[in-house]
């Protein structure tokens, strides 16, 4: 049976990085000037109003002012790398990956714009789509933790598979799926930007819905950097597990940062208990294939 191919490396090379020279296209995008390389690369030029959005564009909210921004360089230096688009049948075209330029083309008076046209089944457009936008960072970390999910729901893949076809690390793609165990309106707030993605870590630290809630209140009443969120995570944390009577231990900070960053690099909740001399390390997993995704973090290998 012949290998399955990386998704990673085949959309790289159809949508070249944006930071390139822009000699791909002409700054007008008419035919007459078409850069060489947008020709190499099979691209031609359709008006933006034939072009409809994919309705499986992962990308839910387009921000003006970076739209602006973006309109702003395309009058300047034209459209840096071909949009990707199929052909509908009924004269229009749906956009595959690169809403965000097509936008951002209309805003800069552009009426048409270089495409490079492909056919896929449905479920591979949704991953090319999927993966164009990870790819180039256009999602905020909930929209971005979801696409990393319905790839895995369509191509029928683990975690550590799914990093290295968008050639992420394991533990980034770990602990982005781990905002989704957020509640809606913490995932809201986090869309919207009113706690950052550093803050989520500190309150999924949190076990219960009760306290995190309340963690995530106190960010958003107070205030709190992602440093003083994770401070009041542990002390959280700490009071719930000692007997209301019990004299309260002053935690050593050493021990406090090391927990975090096993939390950071393994993608779930860790404990780091005992002082400075000698203690334990736990470490929740929350099915099989967590586990086993754990086993090959730490180093684990399958005998023969």
Do not use: W
């Not at 905002?179 to 919207?192: A, D, F, G, I």
């Amino acid at each position: 049976m012949a290998p399955k191919r990386g998704l990673g490396k085949g959309i790289a090379a159809l949508l070249p990085d944006e930071a390139e020279p822009a000699e791909r296209t002409p700054k007008t995008a008419t035919p007459e000037t078409a850069g060489d390389k947008s020709k190499k690369l099979d691209a031609v030029l359709i008006p933006l109003d034939k072009l409809k959005p994919n309705p499986g564009q992962p990308r839910k909210i387009f921000n003006a002012g970076e739209l602006d921004e973006l309109a702003n360089s395309i009058k300047q230096v034209g459209i840096l790398s071909p949009l990707l688009a199929e052909d509908a049948g009924d004269g229009t075209y749906t956009i595959i990956a690169g809403e965000r330029r097509s936008r951002a083309a209309r805003i800069a008076g552009l009426a048409e714009v270089p495409v490079i046209l492909r056919n896929y089944s449905e479920e591979k457009r949704m991953v090319v789509s999927l993966v164009e936008n990870i790819q180039r960072s256009n999602l905020n970390p909930i929209e971005e933790a979801s696409a990393y999910k319905r790839i895995m729901e369509l191509e029928g893949i683990v975690q550590d598979e799914l990093a290295a076809r968008v050639g992420k690390n394991r533990a980034t793609v770990a602990n982005a799926l781990r905002l989704l165990k957020l509640s809606p309106e913490m995932q809201e707030s986090l869309q919207n930007g009113g706690i950052s993605a550093g803050h989520a870590r500190a309150v999924l630290s949190l076990t219960g819905a009760k306290a995190q809630e309340a963690l995530f209140q106190e960010i958003l009443k107070k205030g709190l950097s992602v440093r003083d969120a994770e401070k009041r995570a542990a002390a959280i944390g700490g009071q719930s597990k000692k007997p209301k009577d019990a004299p309260l231990k002053k935690r050593s900070p050493e021990l406090a940062a090391m927990e975090e960053k096993f939390i950071i690099c393994l993608g779930t909740k860790v404990a780091v208990k005992g002082d400075l001399k000698k203690g334990s390390i736990v470490i929740d997993y929350y099915s099989m294939e967590d586990l086993d995704r754990l086993y090959e973090i730490l180093g684990g290998k399958d005998s023969d």
